[in-house]
């Protein structure tokens, strides 16, 4: 089932975690839909600019979620987001795009080391109606998961 020209249901749901342990991660109609939305704002366009998109994970049951220890509130277990790369592409590069093109709701630049493109990946969302327009760095700092806004451009941090 495709959910937008170059994505799949399949893409979408995908979890090793989730085969290995028999676990339940279909979405149901409502999350499908949500997962439309998703792919028609944020990741097909993101698709028609840079290219193949790798979805490394999208819709997260809450009992997935719980086996890998993401949270059940994420927006991944409400079916609004979804973390990918685009091979050959600097995360920051492609976060900077996103963030002057698209609208999501959130927009998380995950364990991204500047100077590294090839390092962390993005984490993006999508809802329907105002979004947050929540702009973030996330990094470890101390063994500990920090947040910070991104105010500017990803390609000038430091
Ligand atoms: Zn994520």
Redesign the pocket.
Known sequence: MNLSRNFTLSELTKSDTAIRRGINNNPNAEQIEKLKALCENILQPVRDHFGRVKVT?GFRSVELCEAIGSSAR?Q?ARAE???FECIGVDNAELFDWIKSNLSPDQL?L?FYTPGEPNSGWI?ASWVEGTPRASFLHAFKENGRTKYKPVMGKATELV
Do not use: F, L, P, Y
């Open positions: 994970s994420s991944h987001a979804a973390d998380i995950e984490h």
